[in-house]
């Protein structure tokens, strides 16, 4: 299992309006010089707009409606702890092998039950934390608390 990123670096690339040059002193030139500079900056920047920002509105978006989200969040985190927990028992089972120390079959039977319970509340809580902190992300999308500044991975605030 590995960790796939919700939101991910999105690249794009400069469109052709944003990379031409405007002329400043073309505001000086005819009866409409300034209007059509400033037609050209207008253009200029919602094209740089709609290549750099609205990427991530889409994503963002994408993310706000898609219903898998929260299963799919509490699934990874379950097996996360899951897999913590086995990891766990191993190097405990290491560590009593290399100091010799043996559990009789009652030992044996008590510990595995109390880690089975254990191990089973910590993976059904882990996953409800994590399908409710996806749901109200998902949430926090759609009321709007959730805009381009608050991406993670410092992807729009560098």
Known sequence: MTYQPTLGRI??????????????GQAMRGDQG?????????????ADWKN?????VD???RVAQDNNAPGVAAANASNA???AYDNSQQGLAQQRQGY???QTPQQQAA???RT???????MVSAGNEARMSAQDRQQAILAGGMGLSNIPDRVMNP
């Open 81 to 83: 702890v899951g897999l």
């Open 11 to 24: 690249q794009y690339a400069l469109s052709q309006t944003s990379q031409q040059y405007i002329d400043p």
């Open 52 to 56: 750099r920002f609205a990427p991530y």
């Open 100 to 102: 010799g120390i043996s």
């Open 59 to 61: 994503e963002l978006a």
């Open 116 to 122: 089975h319970l254990e191990r089973n509340a910590s």
């Open 34 to 46: 300034a209007s059509q500079l400033l037609g050209q900056l207008n253009r200029a920047q919602w």
């Open 111 to 113: 510990e595995e039950r």
